[in-house]
């Protein structure tokens, strides 16, 4: 009888799906861990080889660890004065983090605990915001209120810098295509844009509404820029080879403020509205071009939700809230 029984409950999403339409879940399990270092804004997380699960402290100045078997937390201290924004980890287990008040990247080795120092040509930009690997495990980042875009080779240390020509851009969230194409949101105005990887030269791309402000982005397979719109309470995909838009409302609306976002294997974007209280875990199913699932953040209410990772051999989402909380959302 199990197979009969699995079958039947698969039947509604068959049957949505061949009617051209995305199947709604029903809400997904987040469970919260409590930071023990009470608010330092616990941020930015990503999870490594080992299944650890690696965050800055922006506002505490260190970044630290969460064994997600034990519950176990671990700190480590950085230079004073860094107060990193965002961290990654390589494949060998260093973890990178940005120095968003000191103008430069550190890479802290576990096995000494020392941090090796990756100062900004002439101190500037100072503010590192978001890193992101290429397929060479070299590191592209951004920097909001220096205006401008990074590359770090890191095997040589050099350090490559792009100004974006429009003022105040505001350069925020950034991703790598599957081309090695570094793509980028600028906050301050209605663009996206790409950086040429051996030229640094910086394509812009008009959003359609001028009121439009993207804080983070993401590219599917077929090259397509996905963004939420955080002024406007949208979630819009730009085609770069036409120019052409095209824009969903989000499930809260204008007042939604779309921040945090992330990408799964299935193809759904999963977005934070972090505009309501408690925010909300959305998906999107970009096949089906429809809202599948929509999830109270309701331990915490997560205050804010900055940025959003999805680690694949676990089918997870890891996220840091405002609320001083690691999340954890298993996504089906």
């Given at each position: 009888m199990r197979?009969?029984?699995?079958?039947?409950?698969?039947?509604?999403?068959?049957?949505?799906?061949?009617?051209?339409?995305?199947?709604?879940?029903?809400?997904?399990?987040?469970?919260?861990?409590?930071?023990?270092?009470?608010?330092?804004?616990?941020?930015?997380?990503?999870?490594?080889?080992?299944?650890?699960?690696?965050?800055?402290?922006?506002?505490?100045?260190?970044?630290?660890?969460?064994?997600?078997?034990?519950?176990?937390?671990?700190?480590?201290?950085?230079?004073?004065?860094?107060?990193?924004?965002?961290?990654i980890v390589d494949k060998a287990g260093k973890v990178w983090f940005a120095g968003n008040r000191n103008a430069r990247i550190g890479a802290h080795d576990r096995a000494t605990g020392k941090s090796t120092i990756y100062p900004m040509p002439d101190g500037s930009p100072r503010d590192p915001h978001t890193l992101i690997f290429d397929s060479k495990s070299d590191i592209w980042f951004t920097a909001q209120n220096g205006n401008a875009v990074g590359h770090l080779d890191t095997k040589t240390g050099k350090v490559r810098i792009a100004n974006v020509a429009t003022k105040d851009a505001r350069p925020y969230g950034i991703v790598v295509d599957k081309k090695d194409r570094p793509w980028f949101v600028e906050f301050g105005t209605n663009k996206v844009a790409s950086i040429d990887p051996a030229t640094l030269a910086i394509t812009e791309y008009a959003l359609a509404n001028e009121r439009t402000r993207a804080r983070r982005l993401e590219v599917t397979a077929d090259g397509m820029i996905w963004y939420g719109d955080?002024?406007?309470?949208?979630?819009?995909?730009?085609?770069?080879?036409?120019?052409?838009?095209?824009?969903?409302?989000?499930?809260?609306?204008?007042?939604?403020?779309?921040?945090?976002?992330?990408?799964?294997?299935?193809?759904?974007?999963?977005?934070?509205?972090?505009?309501?209280?408690?925010?909300?875990?959305?998906?999107?199913?970009?096949?089906?071009?429809?809202?599948?699932?929509?999830?109270?953040?309701?331990?915490?209410?997560?205050?804010?939700?900055?940025?959003?990772?999805?680690?694949?051999?676990?089918?997870?989402?890891?996220?840091?809230?405002?609320?001083?909380?690691?999340?954890?959302?298993?996504?089906?």
């Open positions: 197979p009969l029984f699995l079958a039947l409950l698969a039947l509604p999403t068959i049957l949505a799906e061949a009617a051209g339409q995305a199947a709604t879940q029903a809400p997904i399990a987040i469970t919260e861990g409590t930071v023990p270092w009470e608010k330092t804004r616990p941020r930015d997380p990503y999870v490594d080889a080992q299944g650890k699960v690696w965050f800055v402290g922006q506002s505490g100045n260190y970044i630290a660890n969460l064994d997600p078997v034990s519950g176990k937390f671990a700190r480590f201290e950085i230079e004073e004065g860094t107060h990193p924004h965002n961290l955080y002024t406007r309470g949208m979630l819009g995909r730009l085609n770069p080879a036409t120019g052409a838009v095209k824009e969903w409302p989000m499930p809260s609306g204008a007042a939604s403020l779309p921040y945090a976002m992330a990408l799964d294997d299935r193809n759904r974007m999963w977005l934070v509205e972090s505009g309501v209280q408690p925010n909300r875990l959305v998906a999107f199913d970009t096949k089906f071009e429809a809202w599948t699932s929509v999830t109270p953040i309701a331990e915490s209410g997560a205050r804010t939700v900055r940025h959003m990772v999805f680690h694949a051999p676990t089918r997870t989402l890891w996220f840091g809230t405002d609320a001083n909380t690691i999340a954890r959302a298993r996504v089906p």
